[in-house]
């Protein structure tokens, strides 16, 4: 089995489906799946600094500060001894984007692919207030899931642009079932 680096990247807005199929795909392709929302979410579980810090900023559907952020990822990325990641959820922001790629150039790792998952706008809320009866996550309730979409456009859709200009972003149809779904990325990469 090869086990050269690999970086892939899901970009997408919320209620995209990121993160079932970064499961799957990171199961498939001997990946580590790294989500700072799920990171977070377990720090504010377990009532740590960085989980009191982040929670009330995630409450309100706003982006945790960069530093934060990229705290978390330079110690996932230390604790690899070849980096074989998908980001889900992650780089969020230009200073993100920037930031990951130094860490990667530093460690000798390419973004292999950046994959959004492209979703209208009435299907992302309704999946997301689907998800808000299935596991009660504090930031799938309407007004926060409104401010979540207008966050990701002002400050993580303008990445959609940074990928495509490095020749690494895959548009994928993020309509239909998660299986269909898992073929076309698989067909995209
Ligand atoms: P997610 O599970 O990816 O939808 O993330 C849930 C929440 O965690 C987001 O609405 C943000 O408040 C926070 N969060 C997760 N990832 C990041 C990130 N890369 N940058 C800033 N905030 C983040």
């Given at each position: 089995m090869s086990a050269s680096p690999m970086v892939l990247i899901f970009l997408g807005?919320?209620?995209?489906?990121k993160g079932t199929q970064a499961v799957r795909l990171a199961a498939d392709l001997g990946l580590v799946k790294i989500s700072t929302g799920d990171i977070l979410r377990d720090h504010v579980a377990r009532d740590t600094e960085l989980g009191r810090k982040a929670g009330p900023i995630m409450e309100r559907g706003e982006l945790v500060p960069d530093d934060l952020i990229l705290a978390i990822i330079r110690e996932e990325l230390a604790a690899m001894p070849e980096v074989r990641a998908i980001f889900d959820?992650?780089?969020?922001t230009s200073g993100q984007a920037e930031a990951l790629d130094a860490l990667l150039a530093e460690l000798g790792a390419p973004v292999n692919a950046a994959l959004l998952l492209e979703v209208p706008e009435d299907e992302l809320v309704r999946r997301m207030l689907k998800r808000a009866e299935l596991?009660?996550?504090?930031?799938?309730n309407e007004t926060t899931i409104r401010r979540r979409l207008e966050v990701y456009h002002q400050q993580t859709r303008p990445l959609v642009d940074y990928y495509d200009a490095r020749g690494v972003l895959k548009r994928i149809d993020?309509?239909?079932d998660p299986g269909q779904i898992y073929c076309r990325i698989r067909g995209a990469l």
């Open positions: 807005p919320p209620g995209a489906g959820g992650f780089p969020r596991e009660g996550r504090a930031d799938d993020g309509l239909g």
